[in-house]
Antibody
Framework: QVQLVESGGGVVKPGGSLRLSCAAS????????MHWIRQAPGKGLEWVAT????????YYADSVKGRLFIYRDNSKNTLYLQMNSLRGDDTATYHC???????????????WGRGTLVIVSS | ETVLTQSPGTLSLSPGERATISCRAS???????LAWFQHKTGQPPRLLIS???TRATGVPDRFSGSGSGTDFTLTISNLEPEDFAVYYC???????????FGQGTKVDIK
């Protein structure tokens, strides 16, 4: 069955870096767009970034642009989120999600992982 | 950037009742780009509806979506115990394109 498993979360100091991974299985990874969505403690869902199946399209939320970078390795069925210049408001559970492209340039979040917790604190 | 405002913030209902959740956008959203998600504590979020009204695979038909322009609605008829959760609307659009979520509506047991 479809499975997404995030890893790489932990505690990091403000200004620090972290790389999250999302291991995919149970589907043809290279055929699906992938996303990162986060949820701060006690808050709602916030979309972070999206990468198309072929890597030609990448979208970012304004709040992370220039600091967080989404990329994928289709040979390893893995999605990544490189997180630099981390701030306290980046503290959240980070979920990866995968989905179809029902319309050109638009990608759904059909299936999700359970998430990995990132805490930015001194 | 389009802001989505959901109402109410919390809905207290009994099993068997009908839940109606509103999602209002600060500017017009294309029907194709409006989705709804369900999120239960300790579980990953789940896509319920895409394209305003198309249920995702395996979603029971007591869930329905409707609307257009700036006003969208998720209706859950005949609430089941497993439906008590937080629900989010989401839109896609802009240049460069972004996804935005509403702030969420919690449906809890009365």
């Amino acid at each position: 069955q479809v499975q997404l498993v995030e890893s790489g979360g932990g505690v990091v100091k403000p200004g620090g870096s972290l790389r999250l991974s999302c291991a995919a299985s149970g589907f043809t990874f290279s055929n699906f767009a992938m996303h990162w969505i986060r949820q701060a403690p006690g808050k709602g869902l916030e979309w972070v970034a999206t990468m198309s199946d072929d890597g030609n399209n990448r979208y970012y939320a304004d709040s992370v642009k220039g600091r967080l970078f989404i990329y994928r390795d289709n040979s390893k069925n893995t999605l990544y989120l490189q997180m630099n210049s981390l701030r306290g408001d980046d503290t959240a559970t980070y979920h990866c999600a995968g989905g179809r492209m029902p319309w050109s340039g638009y990608y759904l979040q059909d299936f999700w992982g359970r998430g990995t917790l990132v805490i930015v604190s001194s | 950037e389009t802001v989505l405002t959901q109402s109410p913030g919390t809905l207290s209902l009994s099993p068997g009742e009908r839940a109606t959740i509103s999602c209002r956008a600060s500017q017009s959203v294309a029907n194709a780009y409006l989705a709804w998600f369900q999120h239960k504590t300790g579980q990953p979020p789940r896509l319920l509806i895409s394209g305003t009204s198309t249920r995702a695979t395996g979603v029971p038909d007591r869930f329905s979506g409707s609307g257009s322009g700036t006003d969208f609605t998720l209706t859950i008829s005949n609430l089941e115990p497993e439906d008590f959760a937080v629900y989010y609307c989401q839109q896609f659009g802009g240049s460069p394109p972004v996804y935005t979520f509403g702030q969420g509506t919690k449906v809890d047991i009365k």
